[in-house]
């Protein structure tokens, strides 16, 4: 199996070989780093990073496992279980984004990737000793346990990375975001599935608990909340403020970032992310293997082609944004959501098509490559350094309710049993992304001149209503 995997592996290798080849390249945006703290900065996200792509490991493996459940666990079962589960992370933002603000991120990964580990144990656990009583009640209670603790990591991450990117070069870091998660794609899905052929299925939990104990030693001892905590000068990081008065607590917090335009644009955009994402990571797989191609290429190396995807999609979403729109995501988010708009009008027509698969996988690059460029970059942009955390709850949050939506949805609408066999009886998987794609193009379209200004400008200097100051985000 481990030889199986890492053969797999090496074309992930080669593309982040060919891609740092590149970026090499490219001009630089030179902020004054010493190579020193370059070196130290690199090795506080990695460690950190890679917990992160662990995590997804640990999320995404109740996807790859839920065929080889059988008819314990149905499409219904399965949109409830994941369903729930994606209600409980984005409402978590609630506690997690205001608390990781305050306890900081280094805390709060070790947190998620402990008490992700246990969920997963648990879960193993369950499936070893058999499935006693209703096994979808007892999923999604250990399931939303596991979606909770895994709500810390995306907050975690950023709020560490805002202290240690300057906004000019948080596009590549948006990119950077993008890798990881698509590493956490491949993870779950092509280390996963191998794990499910050839271990007892338990250990498609199990697996992901070691790996995740693992990265929470590496992290606690290499990680560090902030330059001076590691030896350097603090980083000035160019980044606006919602919030620089008196203290005040989480829910007013909170209410400022839902009255702040941008942010709340954010939100709903990513709102439209998380329903596309997962509308075509999770069902084309089931889709694959319902209908009989499951075989074919695409769908039987679906997570190294998600990875390689959210690579390019990273990468090139947040080069561009950092190189050709002056660090603006709006832009880019709009372009990426056009493609959507055009892939899921397409793949209406090709559901009977050898080629869906490859439609599929570029639409993944698209909408990856958003997630990066919201979650990832813009939500430090505009949250702050100070509140990043609150901001990444919200924001990712929203994506996870967009996420529960899709998975309700479809598991309510598509076909079950033999009815599944026919990929006619599947339109209502991408003709419903047709709307969502819309409304998220109409939304980044109104981020477009949105960058956040450390000094203020007189509000009859905007080019748009919609774009904030740093003293017009602090007073919101």
């Not at 590691?230 to 829910?251: C, Q, R, V, W």
């Not at 009859?460 to 017009?472: D, F, G, I, Q, R």
């Amino acid at each position: 199996m481990f030889l199986e995997s890492l053969k797999q592996f090496m074309p992930v290798v080669l593309l982040l070989l060919a891609i740092w080849l590149v970026l090499s390249r490219l001009p630089k945006v030179e902020l004054g780093h010493t190579e020193a703290f370059k070196k130290r900065r690199f090795w506080n996200w990695l460690p950190l990073g890679l917990t992160y792509a662990f995590l997804y490991m640990g999320r995404y493996n109740l996807t790859v496992s839920k065929s080889a459940f059988g008819s314990l666990m149905s499409n219904a079962d399965f949109g409830t279980i994941f369903g729930v589960g994606t209600v409980v992370y984005g409402f978590s933002f609630v506690i997690n984004g205001p608390l990781t603000d305050k306890i900081g991120g280094r805390l709060a990964i070790l947190i998620a990737a402990l008490g992700a580990a246990l969920a997963n144990l648990m879960m193993g656990l369950v499936t070893f000793y058999g499935y006693t009583g209703n096994l979808k009640v007892t999923f999604s209670v250990l399931y939303a346990l596991n979606m909770f603790f895994q709500s810390f990591g995306a907050v975690s991450i950023v709020k560490v990375n805002s202290n240690w990117f300057h906004v000019r070069e948080r596009g590549t870091f948006g990119g950077i975001f993008g890798i990881l998660i698509s590493l956490g794609l491949y993870f779950a899905y092509d280390w996963g599935g191998i794990i499910v052929k050839s271990l007892p299925l338990q250990w498609v939990f199990f697996i992901p608990t070691l790996m995740l104990v693992g990265f929470f030693i590496l992290s606690f001892i290499l990680v560090k909340d902030t330059p001076v905590e590691a030896g350097f000068k603090e980083l000035e990081t160019g980044d606006a403020h919602i919030h620089n008065g008196k203290p005040i607590n989480a829910i007013q917090l909170a209410k400022l970032m839902f009255q702040n335009p941008i942010i709340l644009t954010i939100a709903l955009i990513e709102f439209c992310s998380g329903f596309l994402r997962n509308g075509i990571m999770h069902w084309y797989l089931i889709f694959s293997k319902q209908t009989g191609i499951a075989a074919g290429f695409v769908p039987k190396n679906w997570g190294l082609l998600l990875c390689c995807a959210g690579i390019l999609g990273g990468v090139v979403a947040g080069t561009i944004s950092d190189k050709v729109f002056q660090s603006r995501r709006g832009p880019v988010s709009a372009l990426l959501y056009a493609v959507m708009f055009t892939g899921g009008i397409l793949a209406t027509f090709m559901l009977h098509s050898e080629y869906l698969g490859w439609l599929m996988v570029f639409l993944s690059m698209a909408i990856i490559g958003v997630h990066g460029m919201l979650s990832g970059a813009a939500s430090m942009d505009f949250g702050g350094k100070r509140n990043v955390g609150t901001a990444v709850g919200i924001i990712d949050g929203m994506v996870y309710l967009g996420t529960a939506l899709e998975s309700l949805y479809y598991g309510a609408v598509l076909p079950n049993g033999p009815a599944a066999k026919d990929p006619a009886n599947w339109h209502a998987w991408p003709v419903a992304m047709i709307p969502v794609t819309l409304i998220g193009f109409f939304l980044a379209v109104r981020l477009w001149n949105a960058k956040p200004t450390p000094k203020a400008v007189k509000k009859h200097e905007l080019k748009v209503p919609v774009t904030l100051t740093a003293e017009e985000v602090t007073t919101s």
